[in-house]
Nanobody
Framework: QVQLVESGGGSVQTGGSLRLSCAASGYTYSSGCMGWFRQAPGKEREGVAAINSLGNTYYADSVKGRFTISKDNAKNTLYLQMNSLKPEDTALYYC????????????????????WGQGTQVIVSS
C-alpha cells in the first residue's frame, strides 16, 4: 500500500519560486525511482524531473537550470525546487514512484511509475 501526497503548489508571478513536496509512505525511496510529472490543460503529461536510488537526477530540457529535484530518505519526502518560473510552467504537478532503477533513458517514461499522488496546482502569471 503506497501513498503519495503532494503539497506546496500555489500561484506566483513570473520569475518567482515554489518548492513542492511529496510525502511518501509504504515504501522507501532507496527502493526505486521517484519523479515529478506535470500536465497543463489540453496538453499531454510530461516528465519534469526524476531521481534514482543512488541520487542521480534527471531533468526535462525545458526546466534544466531552473528546477532541482531532491529527496530526504529519512523523512520519506521528495522535493522539487522551482525557480525562475514561467507561465508555461503552469500545470498540475504530480509526484510518482516506480519500482525500477531510472536512468537517462527511462526516467521520463510515465508507464514505469506505478504510484501517483493526487497532484498540486502551480499557476504562474505574467
Amino acid at each position: 500500500q503506497v501513498q503519495l501526497v503532494e503539497s506546496g503548489g500555489g500561484s506566483v508571478q513570473t520569475g518567482g519560486s515554489l518548492r513542492l513536496s511529496c510525502a511518501a509512505s509504504g515504501y522507501t525511496y532507496s527502493s526505486g525511482c521517484m519523479g515529478w510529472f506535470r500536465q497543463a490543460p489540453g496538453k499531454e503529461r510530461e516528465g519534469v524531473a526524476a531521481i534514482n536510488s543512488l541520487g542521480n537526477t534527471y531533468y526535462a530540457d525545458s526546466v534544466k537550470g531552473r528546477f532541482t529535484i531532491s529527496k530526504d530518505n529519512a523523512k520519506n519526502t521528495l522535493y522539487l525546487q522551482m525557480n525562475s518560473l514561467k507561465p508555461e510552467d503552469t500545470a498540475l504537478y504530480y509526484c510518482a514512484s516506480g519500482s525500477f532503477f531510472c536512468s537517462g533513458g527511462s526516467w521520463y517514461n510515465a508507464v514505469l511509475f506505478g504510484y501517483w499522488g493526487q497532484g498540486t496546482q502551480v499557476i504562474v502569471s505574467s
